[in-house]
């Protein structure tokens, strides 16, 4: 029980200092304290948000909305830089402040140029505060029909599906070798490069585009690959050696205690 | 030239008569059995720690901000030096099994009882150094892990009554665990505990030597040795000659034991490197279940058991005073295990009782 209460007081004062830090942390920003106690469409947001890619990364409410997430009294103060809601033609600027290359894809497409009579922007197929990963099931019938054919959806989604499995497979590969003490960092950053290069391809559903720059893709990722099987063979190489050297261990004991029988008989028999 | 220059020693230190004397004429009980080897195998495990220490020393870095960043260093850039890293870390886990595994035989035999109460005594504080030891090394590498089993450990003293905030400051050198915490428990784990350690092995080694190996308690020859009111060595005349007739056991046992510890380092560190140990340390994000190593889990779930951490704090050491004191409260003669059928259910119960708790600790 002391325990738990001893983690209480700890987790209490974490609060408090990270409260007091510009570098609040999502789970502790007065946004989700006040939000996620009231209900209906101000209150939602907390929730969806929850299950979001964004909460994932710790991306939270002050990083799109802007405020202070420390100050109860002045979080949607615009001295503090709230910019509150944004209108559905500014959600690609909105979005695009960190995510870039994906924006400047994105207005070259034919979603990005009807924006002002209703082309779909960001959150129509990430959806906004339950963001959800960039994947290529967010490429479906269903979603997609609401406004047009799935047809040319569907080719860019054969496109693209390729090299998002190999960028998952990646990750899972560096996932495991980060677990086992293996410095991975340069090969995650060159990993999350690809897969943001990735990103800026195929906002502009261009098929011709993505297929012409697959191969390229496709080379980046087997040269991480590359390097994530030189460490997985040198693993195995150390398991060889360690087995080896184990195995002659043991010998070694085995050997040793046939020895101290052969002492055990002389022993008994001068009794 | 080798010979000139042993004949010269030998002239001036009587070398032969003391290998003579410690190897090939000091005596052991003829049924001496394959439990006595586990202080040799301490011994080379220690030297492996030492060893393998000294190694790592020369890359680490005593800093926050960089201890973490040249542990990975020594993983992943310094020849070898996953290697040193994995055999001092998964080495520490394999001396706390074998010192639990000496600890257990010399109770189960009796050999705790007079004359050898200083070695027990001595034995039982090298046991308390070298989880002292496990406890400052593992903050080092400045992990998640580290850094959070360390808060979760250090707060245990602030149940002590009166002191218990001021006790947990003195530890951690603040309020948190922070960069004071590392610089002191780097000290105690590279300077301090060794000295300690190596001063009591010799002291431990000297008794042992000194009052004569003990008989174990067991076959029909066997009766209770008698103890004068005078020093007096136990000698084992007829017995096996240490060297080689006994010796060539401790070199199986020990092949055996660095065997078992190369399989675990290439083939399965993760039994005992859990992935946050391979995450930077982060005071602001607290791991959702933290857990301290496998031997401190008794004393982890003790602390919840009673209702207060005080109490819980009050049987660890009613527990540890009576080990500890074990042979002036436990004075009869008798050491056959057949004959101490009390002791021996106790013994059986409480290795269950801590094998119980720890499973316990591990799961709650």
């Known amino acids: 029980m002391m325990v738990v209460r001893g983690f209480r007081h700890l987790l209490v004062f974490m609060t408090v200092l990270l409260l007091l830090t510009s570098q609040a942390a999502a789970e502790e920003s007065v946004c989700l304290q006040c939000h996620g106690g009231l209900e209906g469409r101000l209150g939602a947001p907390v929730a969806e948000w929850r299950t979001s890619i964004h909460a994932e990364n710790g ?20 001295e503090r830089g709230f910019l509150g809601v944004p209108e559905y033609e500014a959600v690609p600027e909105f979005c695009g402040r960190c995510h870039i290359g994906v924006k400047e894809d994105y207005l070259l497409s034919a979603h990005g140029q009807a924006i002002n009579q209703g082309g779909a922007q960001c959150v129509v197929c990430h959806d906004n505060h339950k963001v959800k990963k960039a994947s290529p099931d967010l490429i479906n019938h269903q979603d997609c029909s609401r406004c047009h054919e799935y047809g040319r959806a569907d080719e860019i989604k054969a496109a693209v599906s390729d090299t998002d499995r190999m960028l998952a497979g990646l990750e899972i590969d560096l996932g495991i070798l980060a677990k086992q003490g293996i410095a991975v960092k340069k090969m995650e950053g060159a990993t999350f490069s690809l897969r943001n290069d990735f990103h800026r391809v195929f906002h502009t559903v261009d098929v011709d585009k993505v297929r012409s720059e697959t191969s390229n893709f496709q080379q980046r990722g087997s040269e991480i690959q590359q390097q994530i099987d030189a460490v997985h063979d040198e693993l195995s190489q ?6 080896v050297v184990a195995g002659l261990l043991f010998l070694a004991s085995i050997i040793a205690f046939l020895i101290r029988n052969t002492y055990q008989k002389e022993e008994d028999a001068k009794r | ?9 030998e002239v001036r230190l009587g070398i032969n008569d003391i290998l003579e004397q410690n190897l090939t004429k000091y005596l052991l009980p003829r049924n001496v059995n394959i439990w006595y080897t586990l202080g040799a195998v301490l011994l080379t495990l220690f030297v492996l720690q030492f060893v393998t220490g000294i190694l790592l020393l020369v890359y680490y870095v005593t800093d926050p901000v960089e201890a973490y960043q040249s542990v990975e260093r020594i993983m992943n850039e310094i020849p070898y030096g996953w290697l ?12 706390v099994i074998a010192l639990l595994l000496h600890m257990l035989s010399v109770l189960f035999m009796g050999s705790y009882k007079k004359p050898r109460e200083l070695t027990w005594v001595s034995g039982f504080i090298l046991f308390n150094l070298a989880f002292a030891l496990c406890l400052t090394g593992y903050l080092l590498p400045w992990s998640q892990l580290s850094f959070w089993a360390t808060t979760v450990a250090t707060e245990a003293a602030g149940a002590v009554p009166v002191i218990g905030d001021a006790l947990v400051r003195f530890l951690r050198g603040g309020a948190m665990v922070g960069d004071a915490t590392l610089g002191r428990f780097f000290a105690l784990h590279v300077m301090v505990l060794p000295a300690g350690l190596a001063a009591l092995i010799g002291f431990h080694l000297f008794c042992v030597r000194r009052i004569g190996i003990s008989r174990p308690p067991f076959g029909d020859g066997y009766r209770p040795a008698e103890v004068k009111g005078y020093f007096e060595h136990e000698a084992h005349p007829g017995g096996i000659p240490f060297f080689p007739n006994y010796a060539i056991k401790d070199v ?3 092949s055996f034991f660095l065997g078992a510890l190369v399989l675990l380092v290439f083939f399965a560190p993760g039994l005992f490197i859990p992935p946050s140990a391979f995450e930077p340390a982060d005071p ?9 190593e496998w031997y401190f889990l008794w004393a982890y779930q003790t602390l919840k058991i009673f209702p207060s951490e005080f109490l819980g704090l009050m049987a660890q050491g009613a527990i ?16 056959r295990p057949v004959r101490r059928p009390i002791f021996v259910t106790c013994y059986l119960l409480g290795i269950m009782l801590f094998v119980a708790i720890s499973i316990w600790g591990h799961y709650s």
Request: with cysteine; net charge positive.
């Open chain 2, 252 to 254: 199986a046992v020990i």
């Open chain 1, 59 to 78: 991306i939270s409410c002050h990083d799109c909305h802007g405020g202070d997430p420390t100050d109860f009294a002045m979080a949607m103060s615009p």
């Open chain 2, 284 to 292: 602001f994000t607290t791991p959702e279940h933290i857990k301290p």
């Open chain 2, 1 to 9: 030239m080798l010979k000139r220059l042993y004949a010269f020693f």
């Open chain 2, 84 to 95: 040193i890293r994995y055999l001092h870390a998964v080495g520490s886990n394999v001396i």
């Open chain 2, 320 to 335: 540890m005073t009576v080990l500890a004191l074990l042979p002036f409260l436990d004075r009869g003669s008798e050491r």
């Open chain 1, 238 to 243: 150390r398991k060889l050696i360690g087995g």
